[in-house]
């Protein structure tokens, strides 16, 4: 029944539990891997022994780090009166991608989903509240937190949470816009997004 | 738009091309020959679903692994397209024109409402099945609704999940309470949403029903919030918001959502009596005919024109008086297909429409086109 060589079929499998990889992606990732230079592959595979042993949890934003805490904590050019709160964070890079947004962050790893047993002490939370306080903030207010779930009922509940909790604090807190993605035409956006940008128009 | 022909391949017993007329299609056969599986295959062409089973790979013939199902629509004197709809073990793909396409793509192409057994469901059957019917009704005319009733739902679950923890553990109220709002602040807006569209979709369905038809029987809808009498409804959003933290106390003892759009109901009523306690069958299936073509008038009046309109088994729902009322109505108006075993259903019907004979899972033979 074995149609490779137990080492093929062993790498196979294991290129399988990775998300978004098949029978046949994970075939094309050994057969390429075969193909490679012995260096090439030993990189490889130190790169992912790397990562494991290297990447921390920074203990102030629960972003992924090398140095605790990590480099947006502790950067200079930063706004330390605003945080932004995401799910995960990949969800930190697409912010930073637009380079405008100077501010710190607050990293949840998940949003709040009761069927999937997750609950708000699963997610990473509660060393937010300390950071609030000028004195563990280089003694600086926080004005703003703006949370930046994902626009699912499960990301808009986690924020409503958030927000409940922040709220009586005396502390702005908003929630980033839905709508067009800018640089597309109209016709080609669905009907959801349409109507929601729609309710959200502003006067011009 | 009317469908001129169907080719299927794997699908349940049948085999072949199907033509059809632009009016009235009349499928004749004896039992076992397809006339359902055949009005089955234009409801998945037009609509990807099926009305007899939700698990789709049951239309996929014995021994196969795949079921296509094409057509051709003409659209207007000039436009004609190729759709075709196939399914491989749970997966559906959708082509137009020979081109792949997402599936709100091709929805836009063909639609059909259909008329049988299960649909009486609506006239004498849970409220469910006519908030069903209202839902799949605003879908087909704003589509972005679809997504406010599967958030909806999903909050509806998420809530009910921690409900049911919460009566399981004894969890202190006040946690519960936290733990809740942030569902309930969703459900709020989203309740709010598709109790406003229900009721703006049924008075358009009310000024649709076409009442004069059926001779003694005067059929009204309206729509019955579940929380008509606890408070002020054009203030709907804050009324529900009241109610669900009067009744949260309530939801946990029961371990699941009490509150909501979920318990809303269609009332029907006949000569304003209640149609489901007190309606006879032949008014049932009055009113359930005139709330369908109240539904694709509707369906028309934004869309611009109608969708296919099937009827399974037409002679066993329907009297023949009822029948040629019908069709008199429909005349014109919409591409209708009918099922029927009995031959003195063609004796009486065969000069309104083509029939066309089933055998085996195949045409074997068809009237001439007028």
Same mark, same amino acid.
């Given at each position: 029944?074995?149609?490779?060589?137990?080492?093929?079929?062993?790498?196979?499998?294991?290129?399988?539990?990775?998300?978004?990889?098949?029978?046949?992606?994970?075939?094309?990732?050994?057969?390429?891997?075969?193909?490679?230079?012995?260096e090439?592959?030993?990189?490889?595979?130190?790169?992912?022994?790397?990562?494991?042993?290297?990447?921390?949890?920074?203990s102030? !934003?629960?972003?992924?780090?090398?140095?605790?805490? !990590?480099?947006?904590?502790?950067?200079?050019?930063?706004?330390?009166?605003?945080? !932004?709160?995401?799910?995960?964070?990949y969800?930190?890079?697409?912010?930073?991608?637009?380079?405008?947004?100077?501010?710190?962050?607050?990293?949840?790893?998940?949003?709040?989903?009761?069927?999937?047993?997750?609950?708000?002490?699963?997610?990473?939370?509660?060393?937010?509240?300390?950071?609030?306080k000028?004195?563990?903030?280089?003694?600086?207010?926080v004005?703003?937190?703006?949370?930046?779930?994902?626009?699912?009922?499960?990301?808009?509940?986690?924020?409503?949470?958030?927000?409940?909790?922040i709220?009586?604090?005396?502390?702005?807190?908003?929630?980033?816009?839905?709508?067009?993605p800018?640089?597309?035409?109209?016709?080609?956006?669905?009907?959801?997004?349409?109507?929601?940008?729609?309710?959200?128009?502003?006067?011009? | 738009?009317?469908?001129?022909?169907?080719?299927?391949?794997?699908?349940?017993n049948?085999?072949?091309?199907?033509?059809?007329?632009?009016?009235?299609?009349?499928?004749?056969?004896?039992?076992?020959?397809?006339?359902?599986? !055949?009005?089955?295959?234009?409801?998945?062409?037009?609509?990807?679903?099926?009305?007899?089973?939700?698990?789709?790979?049951?239309?996929?013939?014995?021994?196969?692994?795949?079921?296509?199902? @094409?057509?051709?629509?003409?659209?207007?004197?000039?436009?004609?397209?190729?759709?075709?709809?196939?399914?491989?073990?749970?997966?559906?793909?959708?082509?137009?024109?020979?081109?792949?396409?997402?599936?709100?793509?091709?929805?836009?192409?063909?639609?059909?409402?259909?008329?049988?057994?299960?649909?009486?469901?609506?006239?004498?059957?849970?409220?469910?099945?006519?908030?069903?019917?209202?839902?799949?009704?605003?879908?087909?005319?704003?589509?972005?609704?679809?997504?406010?009733?599967?958030?909806?739902?999903?909050?509806l679950?998420?809530?009910?999940?921690?409900?049911?923890?919460?009566?399981?553990?004894?969890?202190?109220?006040?946690?519960?309470?936290?733990?809740?709002?942030?569902?309930?602040?969703?459900?709020?807006?989203?309740?709010?949403?598709?109790?406003?569209?229900?009721v703006r979709?049924?008075e358009?369905?009310?000024?649709?029903?076409?009442?004069?038809?059926?001779?003694?029987?005067?059929?009204?809808?309206?729509?019955?919030? @579940?929380?008509?009498?606890?408070?002020?409804?054009?203030?709907?959003?804050?009324?529900?918001?009241?109610?669900?933290?009067?009744?949260?106390?309530?939801?946990?003892?029961?371990?699941?959502?009490?509150?909501?759009?979920?318990?809303?109901?269609?009332?029907?009523?006949?000569?304003?009596?209640?149609?489901k306690?007190?309606?006879?069958?032949?008014?049932?299936?009055s009113?359930?005919?005139?709330?369908?073509?109240a539904k694709?008038?509707?369906?028309?009046?934004?869309?611009?024109?109608?969708?296919?309109?099937?009827?399974?088994?037409?002679?066993?729902?329907?009297?023949?008086?009822?029948?040629?009322?019908?069709?008199?109505?429909?005349?014109?108006?919409?591409?209708?297909?009918?099922?029927?075993s009995?031959?003195?259903?063609?004796?009486?019907?065969?000069?309104?429409?083509?029939?066309?004979t089933?055998?085996?899972?195949?045409?074997?033979?068809?009237?001439?086109?007028?």
């Amino acid at each position: 029944m074995l149609e490779y060589s137990e080492p093929i079929a062993k790498l196979i499998d294991e290129f399988k539990k990775l998300p978004g990889i098949g029978q046949k992606n994970a075939q094309r990732l050994v057969f390429f891997i075969l193909r490679k230079s012995k260096e090439d592959v030993e990189s490889l595979a130190k790169s992912l022994l790397e990562v494991k042993e290297k990447i921390k949890i920074c203990s102030v !934003c629960n972003n992924l780090t090398d140095i605790d805490p !990590c480099f947006y904590c502790t950067s200079p050019d930063r706004d330390r009166s605003v945080i !932004c709160i995401v799910e995960e964070p990949y969800n930190l890079v697409a912010i930073e991608k637009t380079r405008s947004y100077k501010g710190l962050y607050h990293i949840l790893h998940g949003a709040l989903s009761p069927i999937r047993r997750i609950k708000p002490d699963d997610l990473k939370l509660s060393n937010l509240f300390p950071r609030l306080k000028p004195e563990n903030n280089q003694m600086i207010t926080v004005k703003e937190i703006i949370i930046a779930t994902n626009p699912t009922t499960e990301g808009e509940a986690t924020a409503h949470y958030i927000a409940n909790l922040i709220k009586p604090l005396g502390i702005r807190v908003t929630r980033i816009a839905t709508g067009m993605p800018v640089g597309s035409d109209l016709e080609f956006v669905d009907e959801v997004t349409m109507d929601k940008a729609l309710a959200n128009r502003h006067e011009i | 738009m009317h469908l001129v022909s169907i080719e299927v391949s794997n699908f349940r017993n049948l085999k072949g091309v199907f033509c059809f007329e632009q009016g009235l299609n009349i499928i004749f056969g004896e039992n076992g020959q397809g006339k359902t599986n !055949c009005i089955e295959a234009i409801y998945f062409l037009a609509t990807t679903r099926s009305f007899r089973t939700t698990n789709l790979s049951e239309m996929i013939a014995f021994g196969e692994n795949f079921l296509s199902v @094409s057509g051709k629509v003409v659209v207007s004197k000039e436009i004609q397209k190729e759709i075709e709809v196939r399914l491989e073990g749970k997966r559906k793909s959708f082509l137009v024109n020979g081109k792949k396409v997402k599936v709100n793509e091709y929805l836009e192409n063909l639609d059909a409402v259909i008329f049988n057994a299960n649909e009486l469901e609506i006239v004498r059957g849970s409220p469910e099945a006519r908030r069903n019917f209202l839902d799949s009704g605003i879908t087909a005319i704003y589509p972005a609704y679809l997504r406010t009733l599967l958030d909806y739902n999903r909050c509806l679950k998420q809530k009910n999940a921690l409900l049911e923890e919460a009566q399981k553990h004894d969890t202190a109220f006040d946690k519960v309470a936290t733990m809740i709002e942030p569902w309930n602040e969703q459900i709020v807006s989203l309740a709010s949403r598709i109790h406003k569209l229900r009721v703006r979709y049924v008075e358009r369905l009310s000024k649709a029903l076409q009442n004069q038809f059926f001779n003694n029987e005067f059929i009204k809808i309206r729509y019955v919030s @579940s929380l008509e009498g606890k408070g002020d409804l054009s203030n709907y959003s804050s009324t529900l918001r009241e109610r669900l933290s009067l009744r949260l106390g309530a939801e946990i003892a029961a371990g699941h959502s009490l509150v909501g759009v979920h318990r809303d109901d269609l009332e029907i009523t006949v000569n304003d009596r209640d149609l489901k306690k007190f309606g006879s069958s032949g008014q049932q299936r009055s009113a359930l005919l005139l709330l369908l073509i109240a539904k694709i008038e509707v369906y028309r009046q934004q869309n611009g024109y109608y969708p296919l309109f099937l009827i399974d088994d037409i002679d066993s729902e329907l009297d023949y008086e009822r029948i040629s009322k019908l069709l008199e109505l429909l005349e014109g108006k919409t591409q209708t297909f009918v099922t029927t075993s009995k031959t003195s259903f063609l004796d009486k019907f065969a000069s309104k429409g083509k029939i066309i004979t089933l055998k085996r899972g195949e045409v074997f033979s068809q009237s001439l086109t007028k």
